[in-house]
């Protein structure tokens, strides 16, 4: 099965009194759909599942399945440092209608590789999808490494991995590849890999989706975009996408504590930012 090639992780809009606006949601995945996105990691790091409560998050998983058009994919985030939340949290995505879950490696509380693997399998029993394993070790603090990689493949269900260390691209035998950061898409594509779960292709949707087809043109098109990508690396995610997609009027809202909206220096950054790509 595939899940598509530009997938966006995407944000979570919020009202003035930082309530989940449902409707700039749903105007935002149509907005995504039509300019570029193959579909949409609901709940993830970007969509601020840390500060949502699981009522919250799997309304936003049903809102997009319920929304989304023929040929469009759903991913639900739906990972934990807690195996049973996490399996719970999986076992609702998948009766909600989401076509895969993403699941993260369980943070702060370390667990060594027999946990991992036990973690994982438990996950993957909880849904007839495919389950999309998530390496940040930059944000956790522990890595899967490639080894590892390989034996969870040989887990039923467990078939992609979104790979957010660019130093460790690599093709894993049983595991699709998807790039977890903006800068990777380029190199995960020329690894022969699916493509990338993204933030920038919020702004610059269809610029991704060229990098897909018109390979050629690839290393030009990425080069264009590392201002941009620079940009929305200025501060936490997605504190800086969210300030961009309201610079140019897709409004998404602030974001919940303990994030804190981008300040003068850091909006200064994501303006240049934009206008180096045209969109200001």
Same mark, same amino acid.
């Given at each position: 099965?595939?899940?598509?090639?530009?997938?966006?992780?995407?944000?979570?809009?919020?009202?003035?009194?930082?309530?989940?606006?449902?409707?700039?949601?749903?105007?935002?995945?149509?907005?995504?759909?039509?300019?570029?996105?193959?579909?949409?990691?609901?709940?993830?790091?970007?969509?601020?599942?840390?500060?949502?409560?699981?009522?919250?998050?799997?309304?936003?998983?049903?809102?997009?399945?319920?929304?989304?058009?023929?040929?469009?994919?759903?991913?639900?985030?739906?990972?934990?440092?807690?195996?049973?939340?996490?399996?719970?949290?999986?076992?609702?995505?998948?009766?909600?209608?989401?076509?895969?879950?993403?699941?993260?490696?369980?943070?702060?509380?370390?667990?060594?590789?027999?946990?991992?693997?036990?973690?994982?399998?438990?996950?993957?029993?909880?849904?007839?999808?495919?389950?999309?394993?998530?390496?940040?070790?930059?944000?956790?603090?522990?890595?899967?490494?490639?080894? /590892?990689? @390989?034996? *969870?493949?040989?887990?039923?269900?467990?078939?992609? &991995? +979104?790979? %957010?260390? !660019?130093?460790?691209?690599?093709?894993?035998?049983?595991?699709?590849?998807?790039?977890?950061?903006?800068?990777?898409?380029?190199?995960?594509?020329?690894?022969?890999?699916?493509?990338?779960?993204?933030?920038?292709?919020?702004?610059?949707?269809?610029?991704?989706?060229?990098?897909?087809?018109?390979?050629?043109?690839?290393?030009?098109?990425?080069?264009?975009?590392?201002? /941009?990508? @620079?940009? *929305?690396?200025?501060?936490?995610?997605?504190?800086? &996408? +969210?300030? %961009?997609? !309201?610079?140019?009027?897709?409004?998404?809202?602030?974001?919940?504590?303990?994030?804190?909206?981008?300040?003068?220096?850091?909006?200064?950054?994501?303006?240049?930012?934009?206008?180096?790509?045209?969109?200001?």
């Amino acid at each position: 099965m595939s899940l598509g090639t530009v997938i966006t992780a995407i944000v979570t809009p919020f009202d003035d009194d930082l309530r989940v606006d449902e409707a700039a949601f749903v105007s935002l995945f149509h907005h995504l759909i039509d300019h570029g996105s193959d579909g949409v990691v609901v709940c993830g790091t970007t969509g601020e599942a840390p500060t949502l409560t699981d009522a919250e998050h799997l309304r936003l998983v049903e809102l997009a399945c319920s929304q989304r058009p023929a040929g469009t994919t759903v991913i639900a985030s739906t990972g934990s440092n807690d195996t049973a939340h996490a399996c719970e949290m999986t076992e609702r995505a998948t009766e909600l209608g989401a076509d895969a879950v993403l699941s993260v490696t369980p943070y702060y509380n370390r667990p060594n590789r027999r946990g991992l693997v036990r973690h994982f399998s438990e996950i993957a029993r909880a849904t007839d999808k495919p389950v999309v394993l998530y390496n940040v070790p930059s944000r956790i603090g522990l890595e899967l490494p490639g080894d /590892l990689l @390989a034996e *969870l493949a040989q887990v039923e269900h467990i078939d992609y &991995v +979104k790979q %957010a260390d !660019n130093a460790a691209l690599a093709q894993i035998d049983g595991l699709g590849l998807y790039a977890g950061n903006d800068d990777g898409l380029a190199q995960a594509l020329d690894l022969g890999g699916l493509g990338g779960i993204l933030v920038a292709s919020h702004l610059v949707g269809p610029e991704m989706r060229r990098m897909v087809d018109e390979p050629e043109r690839r290393a030009e098109i990425d080069a264009s975009l590392k201002p /941009l990508y @620079a940009a *929305l690396s200025v501060t936490t995610n997605p504190i800086p &996408v +969210k300030a %961009a997609l !309201n610079l140019i009027g897709q409004r998404v809202g602030g974001v919940r504590l303990p994030l804190v909206e981008a300040d003068e220096s850091e909006l200064a950054v994501i303006r240049k930012g934009l206008r180096d790509v045209g969109l200001l």
